[in-house]
């Protein structure tokens, strides 16, 4: 992990406090043996560079959810 947690100097990319916040903490809940934690941690981070990362394309899942309804 960077020094700072707030930047990626690898790709000069600032990178969320809280993704780097969920992505330490996912890390110690690994190292623990905390599998339910490391799943509910790893979807929410997921979730989050999801949204970041294209927030004007839809979730496929959830809009296959959405329609069947």
Partial sequence: ??????SDVAHGQH???IE???ARALELA???NEWGVVSVL???LEARRRARQA???PDLDAERA???K
């Fill in 1 to 6: 992990m960077p020094a700072d947690p707030a």
């Fill in 15 to 17: 990178v969320d406090p």
């Fill in 20 to 22: 780097a916040a969920l």
């Fill in 30 to 32: 690994a190292t623990a």
């Fill in 42 to 44: 790893a979807a929410q």
């Fill in 55 to 57: 927030p004007g394309i």
């Fill in 66 to 68: 959405r329609r069947q």
